[in-house]
């Protein structure tokens, strides 16, 4: 059974990608982790239904 330089390099290659691929998971995993530390000052979205119902509420008392 001989190897050739080639299936060294492929074997090769393949470590690489698959470290590779494991780091890409780990850094989207730690991004995703940092982004739900870091909550929106932006304030939360009320439809126009909820609007309306909100005045007429105040409306009423």
Do not use: F, W
């Amino acid at each position: 059974m001989c190897t050739t330089n080639d299936q060294i390099a492929a074997s090769g290659s393949l470590l690489m990608n698959r470290k590779k691929k494991i780091n890409s998971i780990l850094k989207k995993r730690a991004k995703k982790a940092n982004a739900k530390l870091h909550v929106s000052a932006k304030p939360r979205y009320i439809s126009k239904d909820e609007r309306a119902r909100q005045e007429q509420q105040e409306a009423e008392q």
